[in-house]
């Protein structure tokens, strides 16, 4: 069983940055892609990033494309979500996600079958 915990995210204003982190533990952490989404009030699940099983490939929604940083530590067991020039469009909760899938950093919600519990980010005007 995989298990995602997300840290990071809170309260702050328009045009701030912050870092949401995500660690996993269970199965060995190199054998998933791991991906960030994110559900604003009403909306449904929005991809936002993916990393690779090495690390060295990520992809982006265009809505976040030189804004967010996605990456991952190895050694650590851990995922990160790196996130720039901050607006009120952008709160939502956050989810860590893993997916075991063949298909190269998938960005449906189908495709990934384990989610953290999630973590709010509020971006105030």
């Known amino acids: 069983q995989v298990q995602l915990v997300e840290s990071g995210g809170g309260l702050v204003q328009a045009g701030d940055s912050l870092r949401l982190d995500c660690s996993h533990s269970g199965r060995t952490f190199t054998s998933y892609t791991m991906g960030w989404f994110r559900q604003g009030p009403g909306k449904d699940y929005e991809f936002l990033a993916g990393?690779?099983?090495?690390?060295?490939?990520?992809r982006y929604a265009d809505s976040v494309k030189g804004r967010f940083t996605i990456s991952r530590d190895n050694a650590k067991n851990m995922v990160y979500l790196e996130m720039t020039s901050l607006t009120p469009e952008d709160t939502a909760v956050y989810f860590c996600?893993?997916?075991?899938?063949?298909?190269?950093?998938?960005?449906?919600?189908?495709?990934?079958?384990?989610w953290g519990q999630g973590t709010q980010v509020t971006v105030s005007s």
């Open positions: 990393v690779s099983r090495d690390g060295l490939n990520t």
């Open positions: 996600t893993a997916s075991s899938s063949q298909v190269a950093i998938p960005t449906e919600v189908r495709l990934y079958a384990y």
